[in-house]
C-alpha cells in the first residue's frame, strides 16, 4: 500500500447513514431515539424496558495480551469482529467503551478502532460525545460539595472529617491534583482538610452506571456509595446526606446508551468508559444487555491485557449482571510478541523469529487464563505490514500447540473482509454451546482469600503481601456484610506483575497491596497494589502538543 491514509482520514471519508436509520434496522423507532445531531442518538429508557424478557443473542468477548507500545488493537478488532459477523450473515451489534480525554491529550489516543475498522462519528466519539463523562464529573463533584456543606452547616451526620472517603474528580491526567488541601482562606470557607482528585474513569459514579440495570437501580446505587465514617467507625452513606436524588437527576441522560455505527453502517453502542487497570473496565450493563436482546451476537470488548479485563469482565460485570460469554477472543501482534521476546522497539520492523517465540509466553498465559473460565478462546492476529510469513507461523504454531487456533485478521487494512475467517471460527465456537462459564472465585470466599486467588491464578504471583491494617480493613468490611463482594484489582497493565517492566510470563514474583477501597454502590471492594496512580499524569510530550485546528476548521493530530 503506497498511499496509506491516517485513521481520521478514513474516518472524515465514511459514508454515514443517518442515525435513524440504523436504529430502525434493530427496530428502535425514532420516537425512541434522542438524536446528538445526524450521526448519534441515545436510546430511549422506555424501549429498552419493553425489550426485557426476550432472548438473548450470543455474547462475544475481545480482550488481549498485556498492551505494549507496538500496539495490539483490541477496540480496531472488536469493531473488525462486528462488521464480519455482520458481513457472514450474523445480525450483530458492537458494544464498546467511550473515551476519556486524559489519555486522548495523553499518550494513548482514543476510543473508536483504527483503519477501517471504527466506528463514526470519530472525532465527536473521543472529544465530549453526548456529554456523559460531563455528567459524571457533574454528579460525583455534587457528592463531594454536599459532604463539605453538610460538615460547615453543622454536620448533623457526625462525620469525622478525618475519615472522609470520597474524593473529587475529572476527565484530565493531572498529577498536581492527587493530593490537595481544600477550604483554606479562613471560617467563611469550611474546615480545611486534606483531600485528593481521581481520574473520571476511576470515579465510583462511573462503575455504578456502568454496572446500574436502570434509574431505579442507580438511584440505589448512588445512595449506597459510602461517603466517610463517624468518629465511632459506623459509615456515613451518600443517601445519608441526601445526595443521591440530586446525582440521579444529573445522571439520567447519561445512563442511556448512545447508539452510532461502524465505517461499513453497522450498529454500535458506545457506552461508558472505565480503566481496567483502576476500575472494572468494561461497558455498561444496560447497553450491553440491551443488545443482547436486539441481535444475534453481541461482541464487546474489556480493557487493557486479559489479566485485568477479561478478569474483571468474568468476575464483576458477567457476575453481577448475569451474562455468560458464548466465546472470547485475544488479540495479539507480530510486534508486541517480540517486544515480550525482547526487542527495542526501534527494532520492531526487523524480521525476528526467534523473539516472537519467546515473546508468545505472555500470549500462552493469556489463553490460558481465559480457559479457567470455561470460555472457548480464539486468537486474533492483528497483521501490522512489516509481519512476515515466518513470525506469524511461530504464533500459529504456539497457540496450536496449547489447543487453540490462531487466525490472521486484516481489518485494519481491509474492513469486514480482512476478518471474515476470524468471524466464521467465532461462530463456530459459539454456536458448538461449549462454553461452561463460571467466576473464578465464588462469592462467600474471603477478600483476602479472593485477592490471592487472583494474583496467584491469573498473574501467577507467589504471594500478596499487605500491611495489617489492610488486612484488618478487609474483616472489618467483613462483619459489616461486605464480604460477599467480588474484588477489582488496581495493577499495572503492562505486565502480569506489579512491576510494569517486567514483560512475558513472569512467575513467583510478589503482589503488594497498597490500600484497599470499599465501592458499596458499585458492589466490589477496589484493590490497589504496587504503584499504580488513580490519577495518571501526562507524558513528557503529551499529545495534547500536537492536537488543534487546520485552516479548513478539522482537527489535527488527534491520530
Known amino acids: 500500500m503506497t498511499d496509506v491514509k491516517s485513521d481520521i482520514e478514513i474516518a472524515r471519508a465514511a459514508r454515514k447513514k443517518p442515525i435513524q436509520e440504523i436504529g430502525a434496522a434493530l427496530g428502535i423507532g425514532v420516537e425512541h431515539l434522542l438524536p446528538y445531531g445526524h450521526d448519534k442518538a441515545k436510546i430511549g429508557a422506555e424501549f429498552i424496558a419493553a425489550q426485557r424478557g426476550k432472548p438473548?443473542?450470543?455474547?462475544?468477548?475481545?480482550?488481549?495480551?498485556?498492551?505494549?507500545?507496538?500496539?495490539?488493537g483490541?477496540?480496531?478488532?472488536?469493531?473488525?469482529?462486528?462488521?464480519?459477523?455482520n458481513r457472514i450473515g450474523k445480525k450483530t451489534i458492537v458494544c464498546i467503551r467511550e473515551a476519556s480525554l486524559g489519555p486522548c491529550f495523553g499518550?494513548?489516543?482514543?476510543?473508536?478502532?483504527?483503519?477501517?475498522?471504527?466506528?463514526?462519528?470519530?472525532?465527536?466519539?473521543?472529544?465530549?460525545?453526548?456529554?456523559?463523562?460531563?455528567?459524571?464529573?457533574?454528579?460525583?463533584?455534587?457528592?463531594?460539595?454536599?459532604?463539605?456543606n453538610h460538615i460547615y452547616w453543622g454536620n448533623e451526620e457526625n462525620i469525622d472529617i478525618r475519615r472522609i472517603a470520597w474524593r473529587r474528580a475529572m476527565d484530565m491526567n493531572d498529577r498536581a491534583l492527587r493530593e490537595v488541601v481544600c477550604s483554606?482562606?479562613?471560617?467563611?470557607?469550611?474546615?480545611?482538610?486534606?483531600?485528593?482528585?481521581?481520574?473520571?474513569?476511576?470515579?465510583?459514579v462511573m462503575a455504578i452506571l456502568c454496572l446500574a440495570t436502570?434509574?431505579?437501580?442507580?438511584?440505589r446505587r448512588l445512595g449506597n456509595i459510602i461517603i466517610a465514617y463517624r468518629r465511632d467507625r459506623t459509615p456515613v452513606y451518600a443517601r445519608d446526606i441526601k445526595a443521591d436524588g440530586a446525582m440521579t437527576v444529573l445522571l439520567k441522560d447519561a445512563m442511556?446508551?448512545?447508539?452510532?455505527q461502524t465505517l461499513e453502517n453497522n450498529p454500535a453502542f458506545v457506552h461508558g468508559g472505565p480503566f481496567a487497570n483502576i476500575a472494572h473496565g468494561c461497558n455498561s450493563v444496560i447497553a450491553t444487555t440491551t443488545a443482547l436482546k436486539l441481535a444475534d451476537y453481541v461482541v464487546t470488548e474489556a480493557g487493557f491485557g486479559a489479566d485485568l479485563g477479561a478478569e474483571k469482565f468474568f468476575d464483576i460485570k458477567c457476575r453481577k449482571a448475569g451474562l455468560k460469554p458464548a466465546a472470547a477472543v485475544i488479540v495479539a501482534t507480530a510486534r508486541a510478541m517480540k517486544m515480550n521476546g525482547g526487542v527495542r522497539k526501534d527494532d520492531l520492523g526487523r524480521e525476528n523469529v526467534e523473539a516472537v517465540a519467546r515473546g508468545c509466553a505472555n500470549l500462552g498465559r493469556h489463553i490460558q487464563n481465559v480457559k479457567k473460565f470455561g470460555v472457548p478462546v480464539v486468537v486474533a492476529i492483528n497483521h501490522f505490514i512489516?509481519?512476515?510469513p515466518a513470525e506469524i507461523r511461530a504464533i500459529q504454531d504456539y497457540v496450536t500447540g496449547l489447543g487453540t487456533e490462531a487466525i490472521l485478521c486484516r481489518h485494519w487494512a481491509e474492513g469486514s473482509a480482512g476478518i471474515e475467517a476470524l468471524a466464521r471460527k467465532v461462530a463456530e465456537l459459539a454456536e458448538a454451546g461449549g462454553a461452561q462459564f463460571a467466576p473464578l472465585y465464588p462469592d462467600d470466599m474471603p477478600l483476602f482469600q479472593k485477592i490471592e486467588t487472583i494474583a496467584k491464578s491469573i498473574y501467577h504471583a507467589g504471594e500478596v503481601i499487605a500491611d495489617k491494617s489492610v488486612r484488618d480493613q478487609l474483616r472489618a468490611w467483613e462483619e459489616q456484610g461486605y464480604g460477599r463482594l467480588p474484588v477489582c484489582m488496581a495493577k499495572t497493565q503492562y505486565s502480569f506483575s506489579t512491576d510494569p517492566n517486567l514483560r512475558?510470563?513472569?512467575?513467583?514474583?510478589?503482589?503488594?497491596?497498597?490500600?484497599?477501597?470499599?465501592?458499596?454502590?458499585?458492589g466490589f471492594v477496589v484493590v490497589i497494589t504496587g504503584e499504580i496512580m488513580t490519577m495518571p499524569g501526562l507524558p513528557k510530550i503529551p499529545s495534547a502538543e500536537k492536537i488543534f485546528l487546520n485552516e479548513e476548521g478539522y482537527i489535527e493530530g488527534l491520530f
Not at 483490541?74 to 459477523?85: A, M, P, R
Not at 470519530?122 to 463533584?141: K, Y
Not at 512475558?504 to 458499585?522: I, K, Q, Y
Open 56 to 72: 438473548d443473542g450470543k455474547l462475544i468477548l475481545v480482550t488481549a495480551i498485556n498492551p505494549t507500545p507496538a500496539g495490539e
Open 74 to 85: 483490541k477496540t480496531t478488532t472488536t469493531v473488525g469482529l462486528g462488521d464480519g459477523l
Open 107 to 148: 499518550v494513548k489516543g482514543g476510543a473508536a478502532g483504527g483503519g477501517y475498522a471504527q466506528v463514526v462519528p470519530m472525532e465527536d466519539i473521543n472529544l465530549h460525545f453526548t456529554g456523559d463523562f460531563h455528567a459524571i464529573t457533574a454528579a460525583h463533584n455534587l457528592l463531594a460539595a454536599l459532604i463539605d
Open 184 to 204: 483554606l482562606g479562613g471560617v467563611a470557607n469550611g474546615f480545611p482538610r486534606e483531600n485528593g482528585f481521581d481520574i473520571t474513569v476511576a470515579s465510583e
Open 214 to 219: 436502570d434509574l431505579r437501580d442507580l438511584e
Open 256 to 260: 442511556q446508551p448512545n447508539l452510532v
Open 386 to 388: 512489516s509481519d512476515t
Open 504 to 522: 512475558g510470563a513472569p512467575e513467583g514474583h510478589t503482589v503488594p497491596v497498597r490500600e484497599v477501597r470499599l465501592s458499596a454502590g458499585a
